[in-house]
C-alpha cells in the first residue's frame, strides 16, 4: 500500500523474457532422453540458427564471452598484438583481448547509434593492430562494410551479442562476417539461459572452433557416443571447455521460432516510445540509413538540462519503473584503470547522459504511458505530456 492508502503499482521491470510452454516442453523432451550435455539438440540449433543469420556455420559455446575469446585465440593474437574496440560496451568486449594477452586499444562511437566510428577506429590502426571489434550495440547495426574500408587488410570481427534479428543493407546481420559471437543471455531476443554461438563461412574454422571449445578433442563425445563402436580421442592442442548444453539448445530452437514475431513487436513498441517522447527533448536511438534494429534495448539520451542519469533513474525507481544506465563505458571502469586511450567525448558523453527505458513483450500501451509519465517528470518536463 502506498501512503494514502492506495494499492501500489506493479514495478515495470526493464526486460522479461519470452517464454511459454514450448521452451518447457522441449527441455523435458531432452531431459526424458538422458542426453543432456552437447549433442544432437546442439548441432540442431548450430543449423538453424546459422541459417537465420546468414551464415553458413554456426558453433555453439557457453556464452558469447567465450566466443569472443575463441574468435581472437582462433587468429593467433597473442602478446604483443593490439585489437581495436569500442570502450563503449559491455566489459566483455575489452575483456576477452586481455584474454588473449593482446591489448584492448579504445576507439570512440558515433553520437547517432553508439557504434564505432569509422574515422576513429583509422586514427588507432597501428602495425601491432591484429583486428577489430565491432559491437552492434543495443541491435543497432554496426557499418560493417565502412569498418573494413578502413581497416584495410585487418580482420573486422563482429560481437552481435545483441543483434539477431536486426538487419544490415537489406541482409541478417551476420551475413558475410569472417566471425560474429552472439549472445543467449535472458536480456537477449533468443534467450538460452546463457549460452552463445559463433558464426562464420569457413567451415574449416568452424571445425576448429568445435575442437577449442570441447578441449581439444580430435572427436567430440557425441560423435564417439554415435559410432556404435570404440573411438580413441586425441587432444590436438591446448583447448577449452565452453560447451552448450542441448537441454540449452532445445529451449533455443524454440526461441528462433520466435523470433520474428520478436522483433516486430519490439519495434512496434520502439515506434510509439518515439512518439511518446517527441515533446520532452530527449533524443531516443533510432534506425540507421543502412539497417534496422530489433530494439534489444531502448535507449534515450536526455535533455540537455536534465538531472544527471542516475538521479533520473532513481527517480523513476521511486515511481515503479526499472530503468538501466547507458551502455558502460570500460575504459571509466576500475578494471581499466591507468589504461591509455584517446579521447573518447562521445563514449563519455552516451554513457553518461544515456538511459535504458523497459521494453520486453509483456509491455502494453497504458505501461508505456506509464514509463513515459515517470520519465517527463525525473527529467522535470510539465506532467501530462503523454495523455
Known amino acids: 500500500m502506498t501512503g494514502d492508502g492506495q494499492a501500489a503499482l506493479p514495478v515495470i521491470p526493464v526486460m522479461k ?15 526424458k532422453s538422458g542426453w543432456v550435455a552437447q549433442g544432437p539438440r546442439v548441432a540442431e540449433f548450430e543449423k538453424a540458427f546459422a541459417a537465420a543469420v546468414g551464415a553458413a556455420e554456426g558453433v555453439a559455446v557457453s556464452n558469447c564471452t567465450t566466443g569472443l575469446h575463441l574468435m581472437l585465440h582462433l587468429l593467433g593474437i597473442g602478446p604483443g598484438d593490439e585489437v581495436v574496440v569500442p570502450s563503449f560496451s559491455f566489459i566483455a568486449t575489452a575483456n576477452c583481448v586481455r584474454y588473449v594477452g593482446a591489448t584492448p586499444v579504445f576507439a570512440d562511437v558515433l553520437a547517432s547509434n553508439g557504434n564505432l566510428d569509422p574515422e576513429s577506429v583509422a586514427s588507432v590502426i597501428t602495425e601491432r593492430t591484429k583486428a577489430v571489434l565491432a559491437v552492434h550495440q543495443g541491435g543497432q547495426p554496426a557499418d560493417i562494410p565502412a569498418l573494413r574500408e578502413v581497416a584495410g587488410d585487418i580482420p573486422v570481427l563482429e560481437d552481435a551479442a545483441c543483434a539477431a534479428g536486426s538487419t544490415l543493407h537489406g541482409a541478417p546481420v551476420g551475413t558475410g562476417a569472417l566471425l560474429a559471437a552472439w549472445s543467449f543471455h535472458p536480456r537477449k531476443l533468443v534467450t538460452t539461459g546463457e549460452g552463445g554461438m559463433v558464426t562464420t563461412d569457413d ?9 577449442l571449445r570441447e578441449h ?18 586425441q587432444y590436438l592442442e591446448t583447448a577449452f571447455n565452453y560447451r552448450m548444453t542441448d537441454m540449452q539448445a532445445a529451449m533455443g530452437l524454440v526461441q528462433l521460432q520466435r523470433l520474428p514475431g520478436m522483433v516486430a513487436h519490439r519495434r512496434e513498441l520502439a515506434a510509439r516510445y518515439d512518439e511518446l517522447l517527441s515533446p520532452l527533448g530527449a533524443r531516443p536511438v533510432r534506425d540507421p540509413e543502412f ?3 530489433n530494439f534489444q534495448s531502448y535507449w534515450v539520451e536526455l535533455p540537455e538540462d536534465a538531472p544527471p542519469a542516475v538521479q533520473v533513474l532513481q527517480s523513476m525507481a521511486e ?8 551502455i558502460m563505458a570500460a575504459h571509466l571502469e576500475p578494471a581499466y584503470e591507468g589504461h591509455p586511450h584517446i579521447p573518447l567525448p562521445v563514449t563519455e558523453h552516451l554513457t553518461r547522459r544515456t538511459v535504458i527505458l523497459p521494453l520486453h513483450h509483456e509491455l502494453t500501451e497504458a505501461d508505456q504511458h506509464r514509463v513515459v509519465d515517470a520519465f517527463a517528470a525525473a527529467v522535470r518536463v510539465p506532467s501530462g505530456v503523454t495523455s
Open 17 to 31: 523474457p519470452l517464454l511459454g510452454e514450448e521452451e518447457a516442453a522441449a527441455v523435458a523432451e531432452v531431459v
Open 203 to 211: 567451415p574449416e574454422w568452424a571445425a576448429r572452433l568445435r575442437r
Open 216 to 233: 581439444g578433442m580430435s572427436i567430440s563425445a557425441a560423435e564417439r557416443h554415435a559410432s556404435g563402436g570404440v573411438k580413441l580421442e
Open 291 to 293: 539497417g534496422t534494429s
Open 319 to 326: 515511481a515503479g519503473i526499472s530503468g538501466r544506465r547507458g
